[in-house]
């Protein structure tokens, strides 16, 4: 069902989606992950998992997708960063079994990531780009912490469909595959695969979309 939102309720919205908070902030979580799980998974198997590695993802949202990343290979390392509170406390709800396995999850300023250098195999990071304050310092702080070889999946959906959804107007910054993957050679990353996804969803206020996505893959030497 389509749900017909004035200017306030939109902004309301895409506050919520930048920073999950509040019971409606649950609501938007769980919708996130059932509309962005397919997004997710495509990402985690682009990374190319293997035995012992340590993982980052940026923005975990409640991270309904943990069992699928863990399955990928043995003794994997996970460690997922928000900014939200809500989303942190969700997160270990949900992935309660996982308490006594090498997983955490921290809160970060969505800025500077609290970690020493080359300390992750892989990172990846699905739908957050939009509200990276400083997309370039970012990028950088994602290369330090990255280890030589190691691999970022970067997943967002594309400029000319999200122009089409009317909450991005409030606070989303959208992007080009072209802009992206300039962002991401200009912080010294080597693009590997830029794959399409395209499939059939609903948007946040209820209508069905046919979304474009993108899935780049890139390293660091």
């Known amino acids: 069902m389509t749900i017909k939102l004035n200017d306030t309720k939109l902004q309301e919205l895409a506050t919520q989606l930048r ?4 019971k409606s902030g649950v609501t938007i979580a769980d919708n996130m992950n059932e509309n962005n799980i397919k997004m997710t998974e495509w990402s985690i198997l682009e990374l190319n998992l293997r035995q012992n590695e340590q993982v980052l993802e940026l923005g975990h949202g409640n991270c309904g997708h943990l069992d699928f990343l863990l399955q990928q290979a043995t003794n994997i390392g996970y460690v997922g960063l928000e ?4 989303m942190q406390q969700e997160a270990i709800k949900i992935n309660k079994k996982h308490s006594n396995s090498d997983v955490r999850f921290e809160l970060f300023d969505g800025k500077t990531i609290p970690f020493y250098e080359k300390r992750f195999d892989k990172i990846f990071t699905v739908n957050t780009i939009y509200f990276w304050e400083d997309v370039n310092a970012f990028l950088r702080e ?10 970022f999946t970067l997943t967002f959906s594309t ?12 606070g989303f910054k959208l992007y080009s595959e072209k802009e992206i993957v300039d962002l991401l050679k200009l912080a010294n990353f ?28 890139s390293y660091k030497e």
């Open 159 to 170: 400029k000319e469909f999200m122009e089409t959804l009317p909450f991005t107007r409030f």
């Open 190 to 217: 080597k693009i590997e695969t830029v794959t399409q996804l395209n499939e059939d969803t609903v948007s946040k206020t209820g209508e069905s979309v046919y979304r474009n996505s993108i899935i780049i893959t």
């Open 19 to 22: 920073h999950p908070n509040g």
């Open 83 to 86: 900014i939200s509170e809500l």
């Open 142 to 151: 994602i290369y330090r912490v990255l280890k030589s070889k190691g691999k």
